[in-house]
């Protein structure tokens, strides 16, 4: 900035420029030209409060090595721990975590992780949607019974507008293993709302039912089985639940089992094919487990049978 116009501007707006310089090169990852910029801020007017800002620039001066996304990373969760409230952290997360992502391709690495957090996860923060979904379908075809990365497939899916395969998803998160699930990163507010309720409702094991209550709610559409063979199969995980769940009662049992009839019962047009359970018996057991639930569940099916 010229001199002429330096003493044009008043006090207040030539800081403001010279602070969003700085802001500026924080977000561009250029965090040696903002160290220099906060020094000359600094110098030319000391009783200004940039605590905040010098912080940040010496903890990623000090820490932070462009092309290793490892370091990356970990200079990240200490700033991240920082827990700073400024209003361009989301920018400012999208320009790093898009430079990690260009580190970890420039590495040509195999890994499906980095310090426990899956590589799609780093293209999400990037704001890489369409990456980031790619990604993470690659990983549930390789385990495919990690309750996380279906979460985490849900809110990508979710973000891109996707809603019916984010409810499928997240269907399938809270039924494989919901206490695992990364509940600080779901995006859609309506599985949000329904953890709060459902938390409100049950006292033990909560995160077990919220399946249940989110089919009952249509948070979450019904699982149809459409091959017998795969529905004989869902049915022998139902009587050893249910056996399991006569010998010793549990709060996790009782939400587990309660799904599991759910599920037999919106497939009661196959049932009739099986021998080893009736639908009577099912629905029985639903109204033993919680009787709410179940005659909510009845009300809701009868309406949609009009």
Known sequence: MNKKLENALPLFDFVSVKRNEVINNIIALDFEKARRGLYELNKGYPSLDTKELNEIVALFCNNYRGGEPQVMFSTWKLFANLKMKIPWYEKFERAYFLAICKAIEATNSTQWQMDGI????????????????????????????DAKIYAYLADTHFLEGRTTEAALCYREAFELSPEVIDI???????????????????ADSYMWWVIS??????????????????????????ITLQKEYRKAVTPCLSAKLFYKCIVLSHNNSHLRHIKTVELSIVRALMKEINPQLFHKYMYTKEQKEK
């Open 213 to 238: 209550y989110g089919c009952v709610e249509e948070v979450f559409p019904y699982k149809t089985i459409k091959l017998l063979e795969d529905l004989r199969v869902y049915v022998d995980e139902f």
């Open 184 to 202: 600080t990163h779901i995006k859609d507010r309506r599985v949000i709302a329904l953890m709060e309720e459902v938390n409100t409702l049950v």
């Open 118 to 145: 899956p590589v799609p996860m780093f293209y999400l923060k990037a704001g890489k949607l369409v990456e980031a979904r790619r990604g993470f379908e690659k990983l549930i075809v390789q385990r495919p019974a």
